[in-house]
């Protein structure tokens, strides 16, 4: 049983992570999306995001906090995923000083060593992840992978997220309330911070 789990989440896994590279080489987060994707942003509204076991860098666990702002912006996102990268590269400077309004909490998929590694690292790429916003919180999902596999993306968090919450690309966002109820998912968070604030 636990064998044929593992094949099951190695095909979604694979599958998920080719559309991703085909949804990823554009810089634009309107074309990553495909159009039978969008349909499915919809079929979570209304209902709570309730997902839980997220680290920080230094691989303490930590919780999620909706409460801080009266919308909170959760950002999915893989490393190698240039919209994903050219979207947060503009959060700190919109929502700077807003707080009350709004926070951003983005959490990787990636492996946890290879996303800990873009805070260490001093290149210019992932400059907008040095940038210190009291209300934008950076966090990796909690994987039961080995790490000895070196597995670029965690399989076992995607194969969630991807079955659970239809995230099915990436950058994938949801604007969830105080309470954790989803009241959107947005194709681009710069866009809809744009028009709500």
Known sequence: MQHMKFHRSIFVFASVLTSGI??????????????SDIGSLTKNV??????????DTSGKSIKIDFTKSDITIVDFWINECPPCNAEMSQFADLIKGKDKQISIISISVSGFQFWKQLFIDKGPRYFFLKTSVSNWQHVNLKSENDPAFKNLISTDRLTEITEKWNVTFFP??????KKGKILARPISAVEYIKTQL
């Not at 085909?22 to 159009?35: D, R, T």
């Not at 209304?46 to 680290?55: P, T, V, Y």
């Open 22 to 35: 085909i949804s990823c080489n554009s810089n634009s987060v309107e074309k990553h999306a495909k159009v």
């Open 46 to 55: 209304g209902i709570k995001l309730d997902i839980e076991n997220f680290i």
């Open 172 to 177: 994938s966002y949801f604007v969830v309330n």
